[in-house]
């Protein structure tokens, strides 16, 4: 997901064309406060006229205990962008005043089936402790992501390359959002010139759980991607576990082996999960099984 | 008379005679009886044991009996750094002479200094394959006597072949020479690598003076011109400006739209069919161009590919490239970084090509003729796949044609690439301001919103779009641009020609009127 900040229009015209998942149009933190007006509302007209093609897009508002996050929610909602991002969400009772405006809002506008979803950002020390709530307190959140910068900031240590300070918080949000089949994202790596410390961190984050990353400068897309995207022999691996396992399913057969290694629903399930990433289409195989 | 783009051809033009209008690619050379060579080598002579040392270069071109009316050429390998030419024409305008072809490889910023020559009719007549700058303005306004030529690299080596360009006096600078004029660009404190645009001026030059700030023993070991086609040569302090003439290594772009299009573009020729083992590359020297190599160099790594040889223009990203063992050697015609220059010394398989050899679409070994893959620039792209690389937004001279169109027309895939739109400006129009190199010899432009393949080319369409490339119409893309830049008003051009575009079979493939005001 890579952010960009609301009040920069030639960033925010260009933001499809980059081959990332989702965009982050920000009003928050990458707004002057006293840009905080104009952002809002080249991002009202930006959503309204610029081609993102493929590209999710998310609006990060500014929190509601701001002077500027509920006129964000009243600019941004009614345009129904994929995603609203809400910071630094502390308690349950947080979501709930949001949500409550956010539904408020909806209904002003006559919006029945509403399709935005929510993402909360935990970034400080008490939305840590408090994820495992925050993560289940509202249907429409389906993602929840970690905010790094600020996060180190409010436990008062300094945010190093090996990611030490905020490890257990990572690993905490990423338990909270797995347990509620929620989207795991992970928070922004600073140097842009520093390609393998990007892959590294990547490699990581990908290794305890997490489904993407942050990015501050497009020219970090590729790199992300490579780390998440399944090698081809991964791939080729898991079509065969779930063509092996529509064969058997369709035998009455649940568990079974490849080259003398059990293959049961949790081998099935990460063969899934490798297709999604890969794109493939399940149903596809399923045909392909059956003819 | 109509070219085959349908421009509007003057069939006589005062200053060059009767003008061919541009027919297709290859129709003209192949179909058309050769062209005569008009151009035979000056029998010279030198007493033995004599020396061809002057004391400097007025003294050399005192030599050469200047005269009104001549043509004087030169090599643009010092680039933005070149100190030998604004000299040579001060000394020429000094001793009173007028009425001169210039004729360069190409001019750089290095030659705004030539505008009050043009403005008071020292030089008359000016051969270039660019033309940038404040030099490039005034003859957009119609300051220069005679329309401009803007050739292509190999048309230049055909144009000096068939006498459109009959040089009388070659004022050649060297980064290293010894006394007889045996000289070389590929060390010296100014060195500058290849020194291949420079051959076909001392091969065929009434006279020729080699000039350098490096004096070398005798004999000047490797040299790239050789002794026999020299007149006289001169030390001078200095050949003009080391920081500009080539300087550290080349670095890719990190401006991420580049990035963005070269990607894209290493992706088209991924799913070419041509990305194989033995495969040949050339790629321009800057922006997104220069940063396929750096995809391309990850993919050849990735899939083991292992090419044949590079041409051109060449990086330091090159080199490593050839260092790598991606590529078996590179043919160097033009070297653009210091760390070119000891690779064309030291490395047997870093070959320095005279432009002849690189592009000359009238002998049997033109390096383009053998291309697999070309990424190209542009300023401007059309729906017809027409690129243009000489004029810009206000219809004024402000680039070069180079080899663009030359290797465009020798490469099995030719890819353009290009941000879709400039600023406020789109880039791909129904029709660009100067046809530079024809769309049939395009046939992928790459954009960021998209790539366009050339209808000509329906299975390269096909398999890139197999292999989940975003192919989309050219005429689709520019309709989505149009509609987020509006299409702006087209600049009102007078009705003097001010420069010829010369494609390179010698043919005229579009003109260049005059704009009024640029300042």
């Not at chain 1, 400080?124 to 289940?136: C, L, P, Q």
């Not at chain 1, 240590?157 to 990611?163: A, E, F, L, Q, R």
């Not at chain 2, 007493?47 to 400097?56: A, E, G, I, Y």
């Not at chain 2, 051109?312 to 490239?321: E, H, L, N, Q, R």
Request: net charge negative; with cysteine; hydrophobic share 40%.
């Amino acid at each position: 997901m890579l952010y960009i900040p609301g009040n920069n229009p030639a960033m925010i015209q260009q933001s499809g064309v980059y081959g990332c998942d989702a965009v982050l149009l920000d009003l928050e933190d990458a707004v002057a406060l006293n840009q905080k007006d104009a952002a809002r509302i080249l991002v009202r007209n930006m959503l309204q006229t610029v081609e993102f093609y493929d590209t999710e897009v998310c609006v990060r508002v500014n929190n509601m205990h701001t002077p500027f996050g509920l006129a964000d929610l009243e600019e941004i909602v009614p345009l129904q962008p994929d995603n609203i991002r809400f910071p630094k969400t502390e308690t349950v009772q947080d979501v709930k005043d949001f949500m409550k405006e956010v539904r408020r809002i909806e209904k002003k506008h006559g919006i029945k089936n509403p399709t935005m979803t929510i993402h909360v950002m935990i970034e400080t020390a008490k939305g840590v402790a408090n994820v495992y709530d925050i993560a289940n307190a509202d249907s429409r959140i389906d993602a929840i992501t970690i905010g790094g910068q600020d996060l180190t900031a409010d436990m008062g240590i300094v945010k190093t390359p090996d990611g030490v300070g905020i490890d257990y918080a990572r690993k905490r949000i990423v338990m909270a959002g797995k347990a509620y089949g929620l989207d795991v994202l992970d928070t922004v790596f600073a140097d842009v010139n520093d390609e393998e410390g990007l892959r590294e961190e990547t490699e990581y984050i990908k290794k305890i759980g997490f489904a993407g990353k942050a990015l501050i400068n497009p020219r970090q897309v590729d790199v992300v991607h490579e780390v998440f995207n399944p090698t081809e022999n991964e791939v080729r691996k898991a079509y065969r576990v779930y063509s092996e396992f529509i064969r058997n399913k369709n035998a009455g057969i649940g568990v079974f082996a490849i080259d003398g290694k059990m293959v049961d629903a949790p081998v099935v399930q990460r063969a899934i999960t490798v297709l999604e990433y890969a794109n493939i289409d399940l149903k596809e195989i399923e045909k392909s099984v059956a003819s | 008379m109509k070219n085959a783009l349908g421009v509007e051809i003057p069939e006589y033009i005062e200053g060059f005679g009767e003008l061919k209008p541009f027919r297709g690619v290859w129709k003209s050379i192949i179909e058309d009886e050769a062209p005569a060579t008009n151009i035979s080598r000056t029998l010279k002579a030198k007493k033995p044991h004599t020396s061809k040392l002057c004391d400097n270069l007025e003294a050399a071109i005192k030599k050469c009996n200047p005269f009104d009316g001549m043509t004087v050429t030169f090599h643009h390998h010092l680039r933005g750094g070149d100190g030998v030419l604004m000299q040579t024409i001060k000394i020429l305008d000094e001793m009173g002479i007028k009425d001169i072809t210039l004729a360069s490889s190409s001019l750089t910023s290095a030659h705004d200094g030539l505008v009050p020559y043009v403005e008071k009719g020292m030089i008359t007549k000016i051969f270039s394959s660019g033309i940038r700058g404040r030099l490039g303005e005034i003859i957009s306004m119609g300051k220069l006597k005679y329309p401009a030529i803007i050739h292509s690299h190999g048309g230049r080596v055909r144009d000096f072949l068939t006498g459109r360009i009959k040089p009388d006096l070659s004022v050649l600078a060297a980064s290293a020479a010894d006394e007889e004029g045996n000289a070389t660009g590929s060390h010296g404190p100014s060195a500058f690598g290849s020194m291949g645009y420079a051959d076909i001026d001392a091969r065929y030059s009434k006279n020729v003076i080699i000039v350098t700030d490096n004096l070398v023993d005798y004999p000047c070991v490797p040299s790239t011109v050789r002794q026999h086609f020299i007149d006289y040569v001169v030390k001078v302090d200095s050949i003009g400006d080391a920081s500009k003439i080539a300087s550290g290594t080349t670095r890719i772009t990190t401006s991420p739209m580049d990035l963005r299009i070269a990607r894209i573009a290493a992706n088209v020729i991924e799913h070419s069919g041509l990305f194989k083992d033995g495969m040949s590359f050339q790629v321009g020297a800057g922006g997104a161009s220069l940063a396929v190599a750096k995809f391309l160099r990850e993919d050849m790594k990735r899939k083991d590919i292992k090419g044949s040889f590079m041409i051109g223009g060449v990086t330091s990203y090159g080199v490593d490239m050839l260092n790598e063992g991606l590529f078996q050697a590179i043919f160097d015609v033009q070297s653009f970084d210091a760390a070119v220059s000891s690779s064309v010394l030291n490395n047997p398989n870093h070959i320095e090509i005279t432009c002849d050899q690189y592009a000359n679409p009238n002998n049997c070994g033109s390096m383009t003729n053998k291309l697999d893959v070309v990424v190209l620039g542009a300023l401007e792209v059309d729906v017809d796949f027409n690129v243009n690389v000489i004029t810009g937004s206000s219809g004024e001279i402000r680039g070069a044609s180079g080899g663009h169109s030359d290797t465009a027309s020798g490469a099995n895939l030719t890819v353009v690439v290009c941000p879709s739109f400039r600023g406020r400006l789109p880039i791909v129009k129904d029709r660009v301001h100067t046809v530079v190199t024809p769309g049939e010899s395009v046939d992928v432009i790459v954009t960021e919103r998209g790539v366009c393949v050339n209808p000509s080319k329906p299975n390269l369409a096909a398999a890139l779009i197999k292999a989940g490339v975003k192919v989309v119409d050219i005429k689709d893309l520019k309709e989505k641009v149009d509609a987020m830049t509006g299409i702006p008003a087209e600049k009102e051009l007078g009705d003097k020609i001010v420069a010829l575009v010369e494609y390179r079979d010698g043919t005229i493939i579009d003109v260049i009127y005059n704009v009024e005001n640029l300042s």
